[in-house]
Each structure stands twice: as C-alpha cells, then as structure tokens.
C-alpha cells in the first residue's frame, strides 16, 4: 500500500513489492476522520483492494491543518488523486452531510473540475454515523455528485441487504459502504462491508482498464 504520510493507515510491503514487479491500478482512498471511525473504514477499504492483488490503494487523510482560511491547500495530496484510476471518498455524516473538512476538499478540487481531469475515473463512497438512520445516505449522495461534477463513473454496493452470508450491507445501503457505531469500534459487518467496496472497486477498476 502507498500512503500520504498520516497517522492513519497501514504500510502493506507485499503489496509495495508487486507494485515493482508491474504496474498496479492506483486507488486513492480520501477520508475525514475526526474521531478515527472514518480512519478505521479508510483502512478497511484499503486492505480490500490491496487483497486483490490488482491494485495500489494511497490513504489520504483530510487535515485540519491543510484548511487555511477555510480553503484546503494540500497540492500533494490532489496530485495524488490525479494520478489515481479510482478513487473512494470518505467522510462521517455530520448534520446529514459530510463534514466541513470533506467539503473544503471538495471545494478545492474546482481546479480540477475545470480541465475535467478527474474525468472517467472511477469513483465510490463511503460514511458513517452514530444512527442507524443518521442520514448517511445524504453524504453518499454528496459524493455521488461530486463524482458527476467531475464526469467520474460512480460504483455502488452490489450486496443485497439481508441476502449476504457475512452479513454485509447491514443497513442496506446501495449507494455505497454505510456504517454506524456509538462508540469507537466498528461493527464487523460494517468493516467486512468497507473491505468488500475495497475489493469491488479494485476489480472495476482492472475490468476499466484491459
């Protein structure tokens, strides 16, 4: 795994080793985490792509520190985006959207919008929230959106809820992988579903590619 150097995430050597054999589909994984529920999705998603053997995932923690003056201001951390063919957004729903720091992202890639260079890249989503109905299905949305803006191709979760053996897609949530906890530790079905978005996008992304 390739990471932007944070707190969060976890450096994968074999993974980092067959990136040098071949070139791998790069998966940029761009996520809020304030209380580190987020960071433990991040991760999930993380290790689900990198379990394909098919692709690169690149943690990019959003921080209070790259915000000036309201404006995120992270040039690395958008390159890094750039170079990606897939990218999962990450945020907790506060007040039924993403939180200010995710927006602030947002609002910062305009600049790309205008060249459309994120064009056709694929895109996918992920939140969570204290409620089982928090409105987290309003910052999938959001980040649904936003990859339209940019003329991104959206990928949702192919997973039934009710119908999964592992239980996966719990709170039956099409749009992309939803959680909810009260404390700070996920519920294993809502990991299992971050690891399976994980997986689902490296595979898209490789189908995209031949």
Known sequence: MIQIPSKFGVIYPSTLALALLAPMIKVAIVFH??????????????????STGLAAPTLIPLLGSDILEGRYRNEASLA???????????????????????????????????????????????????????????TLQYFAILAAQHGMLWAGVDLASGYDALGRNRLGVQLGASAQTESQHLQTADRSTAHYLGQRVANLANQMAR
């Open 33 to 50: 985490s304030p209380q580190g529920t987020t960071a433990q999705l991040a991760e999930a998603v993380a290790e689900g792509v990198s």
């Open 80 to 138: 890094a985006v750039d170079a990606a063919q897939a990218v999962i957004f990450g945020a907790p729903t506060f007040m039924g959207g993403p939180s200010a720091q995710f927006k602030a992202f947002a609002d910062a890639s305009s600049d790309r919008w205008d060249g459309q260079l994120w064009r056709n890249k694929l895109a996918a989503g992920f939140t969570i929230g204290s409620n089982l109905n928090g409105d987290q299905g309003n």
